[in-house]
């Protein structure tokens, strides 16, 4: 089972953004691994941003602090085991640019995992990049969306300023696989922010994040258990539908889930 680290956030890209390519080899001929873990000012959804979800940015200079002070490692699906490469051991530079965190690991083969993540890239069984974080600074914003023939919908969006980086990572999935696992992602994000009302307005449409948010409502009172949050106050003019069905042709729109 991979480690984990508890309270951490994961954000990853697909193969094409994330720009992968393998050298065959530096000056002592050591193949290498490129490839970009995060880009910035490009705005990603994380769950449902319609409904209990959020748009999410980097900003430049996100990463600055961190790999001044940190030790990341290059890790394979997130797991400790597999370690590629590490910073404090030269075989990892990391690098704030103008497109956003730059990758250039060394490929040890001695290792038996690293051939294997060689031939995975060539047979394009691993599809993207991903890193694993702690929020230092974000900021919130409330955006409007204009939506065509509805009502325009208010969308959260989240600017992450700085992060503390734990590790980089090829991964197999370049997406979340399930909704659990947006979720999950949505409730790690919701924690940091802190408010609760934020948490009770995406629980009208997913009560499971009720159960994996630790915001205190009072001294010892936790969000668990919190009953479900009354209808929201939308307008369903001028199509004059219901809100279920209006969200349910947004998000299939958007391309979203339900």
Known sequence: MPATMTGAERRRLS????????????????ARFSGYASVFNSRTAIGNPLRWGFY??????????????GDARMLIDHDSYYVVSRAS???????????????????????SYVRDLKANLRNGNVSGMSFGFYVIKDEWNQEQVE???????????RIIREVRLIEVSAVTFPAYPDTEAEL???????????????????????????????????????????QKP????????????PIDVRMKALATRYGLPA
């Open 184 to 226: 999950k992602a949505v409730a790690r994000a919701l924690d940091h922010r802190g408010d609760l009302a934020a948490v009770e307005a995406r629980a009208h449409y997913r009560p499971e994040l009720l159960d994996l948010v630790h915001i205190d409502r009072e001294p010892g009172e936790s969000t668990r258990g919190v």
């Open 56 to 69: 999410e940015e980097i900003a430049p200079g996100a990463f600055s602090k961190t790999l001044s002070e």
């Open 15 to 30: 193969l094409t953004d994330a720009g992968v390519a393998i050298r065959d080899g530096d000056s002592e001929g050591v």
């Open 147 to 157: 939506i065509e023939g509805a009502d325009p919908v208010q969308v959260d969006v």
């Open 89 to 111: 051991a030269g075989t990892l530079a990391l690098a704030e640019d103008d497109r956003g965190l730059a990758v250039d690991s060394a490929l040890d083969t001695e290792l």
């Open 230 to 241: 009354a209808e929201p106050a939308v307008s369903t003019q001028p199509l004059g539908l």
